[in-house]
């Protein structure tokens, strides 16, 4: 057999506040919505943007970190492959397909409170959780200039 891929990288923001449940054999699941942005021009020249809105599922861990960590607002970095559900509609009869993102690796880019804080990073993966600082400016690259005279060519 051939090998492929199916992998999956977002960086957007959560669109409101994920939804936690439990499967019937008690694994936490959390569910929400994730935006992601598109600028280009149109053909008058002016800059547009378009929203792509991705559903999102993680389990286990990675729900509870979704749980006790995300809100609306907060900016993620999510790490995953695309799955695609049916069902029948009890309603209408008809077959319903959801196709969804499930979560293997997330990066918390929102501070712990606050959507709009940037500063902090968290990183969590189905192996854990991984909440290393930011690496230090290098204190060397910032006092050292570049010229004109400094380029090869």
Same mark, same amino acid.
């Given at each position: @057999?051939?090998?492929?891929?199916?992998?999956?990288?977002?960086?957007?923001?959560?669109?409101?506040? +994920?939804?936690?449940? =439990?499967?019937?054999?008690?694994? @936490?699941?959390?569910?929400?919505?994730?935006?992601?942005?598109? *600028?280009?021009?149109?053909?008058?020249?002016?800059?547009?943007? *378009?929203?792509?809105?991705?559903?999102?599922?993680?389990?286990?861990?990675?729900?509870?970190?979704?749980?006790?960590?995300?809100?609306?607002?907060?900016?993620?970095?999510?790490?995953?492959?695309?799955?695609? *559900?049916?069902?029948?509609?009890?309603?209408?009869?008809?077959?319903?397909?959801?196709?969804?993102?499930?979560?293997?690796?997330?990066?918390?880019? =929102?501070?712990?409170?606050?959507?709009?804080?940037?500063?902090?990073?968290?990183?969590? =993966?189905?192996?854990? @959780?991984?909440?290393? +600082?930011? +690496?230090?400016?290098?204190?060397? =690259?910032?006092?050292?200039?570049?010229?004109?005279?400094?380029?090869?060519?």
């Amino acid at each position: @057999m051939a090998k492929s891929v199916n992998k999956v990288i977002l960086l957007g923001n959560v669109g409101k506040d +994920p939804e936690i449940r =439990s499967t019937g054999g008690g694994t @936490m699941v959390a569910t929400f919505g994730l935006a992601t942005s598109e *600028r280009y021009k149109d053909a008058q020249g002016n800059w547009q943007d *378009r929203t792509e809105w991705h559903n999102v599922v993680a389990y286990a861990r990675l729900a509870e970190i979704i749980r006790d960590y995300v809100k609306k607002g907060h900016k993620l970095y999510v790490e995953g492959r695309l799955t695609t *559900r049916n069902w029948d509609d009890k309603e209408t009869g008809k077959k319903v397909y959801r196709t969804e993102i499930v979560v293997s690796d997330i990066s918390l880019l =929102s501070g712990r409170d606050d959507a709009s804080n940037q500063a902090g990073s968290t990183r969590a =993966s189905s192996a854990g @959780m991984d909440q290393r +600082p930011a +690496p230090a400016r290098d204190e060397f =690259s910032q006092q050292t200039e570049i010229s004109d005279d400094d380029i090869p060519f």
